[in-house]
């Protein structure tokens, strides 16, 4: 899923490209993606782009009579731009916004078709989609220590619950979590200030850091390569592959559609957190470190002939 250093950069592009231009045509080819009817789609046709923001996780194009487009990505969904009035791409085409020079294409590359189009009109409507997750770049230290101990959860969830803070999503809170040498499990709860303060930096930096290397590689352009998974990351998407930093087998925890990467070494004082249907299922048999892990894999390598003898 798109999260703030991506939806930046989109906007880097859009705001120097469309802000001033005249929408002058919304073709839809998935009626899914539009859920909004009143007011009618054809309403936004012809009128001026006023200007764009992030709210959360959506992008906001504010146009002439009050009137707000709302796009989210959810996460499938990718812009792209083209010349003025190319089709729609195939099956991952959802929507496109043509304008004087050039068209926005809206596309998803997943079955489940996710992504949403709204058009509201006035501040009041658009305030509806908006969570009131604190922006992690404007937040000083105290704003968001008390956003972050507002309640007891996993610092996982915490970074990533649009309530909480706004627009960190599964990859980048992977990334902050593991710059800021914390186990996902930890409960904000038991934080102490120092570790408050570590993460706060944490977030800050990678933050600050993805925006600009996503930034030198649009390189004025648009930012085609928008994805979660990324070979700079240290941890997030790394499954398996060796800690930047010390080495270990980046390891995971998986739940519903979404996984947390972390390093044993580096997060969890070498400690194998609990996957919850695997653990489950293995019960005694899952291993309680990464020394155990290991040690479990060797003899399996070695029989392979994977390992020196």
Known sequence: MPELPDLTVYLDFLQANIVGQTLEHIRIASPFVLRTADPPLTDAENKRVLG?????????????????????LMIAGRFRWKERGAPITGKIGLAAFDFSNGTLLLTEASQKKRAALHLVR????????????????????????????AGNHTVKRALTDPDLFSGIGNA????????????????????????????????????KEWIERLRKEANGGFPEKVTAFRKDMAVHGRYGQPCPVCGTRVQRIVHAENESNYCPTCQTGGRLLADRALSRLLKQDWPRTIEELE????????GRGLLKP
């Open 52 to 72: 764009l923001r992030r709210l959360g996780k959506r992008l906001i194009m504010e146009l002439e009579d009050d009137l707000f487009l709302a796009i989210h």
């Open 295 to 302: 040690a479990r894999r060797a003899p399996s390598a070695a």
């Open 172 to 207: 980048y809170s992977d990334e902050i979590l593991h710059r800021a040498r914390m186990s996902p499990v930890r409960l904000t709860g038991a934080m102490s200030q120092g570790e408050v303060e570590t993460l706060y930096a944490a977030t800050q930096e990678v933050l």
């Open 122 to 149: 006035g501040e009041d409507a658009l305030a509806d989609f908006d969570r009131h997750g604190l922006e992690p770049l404007e937040a000083d230290i105290e704003t968001f220590r008390s956003r972050l101990l």
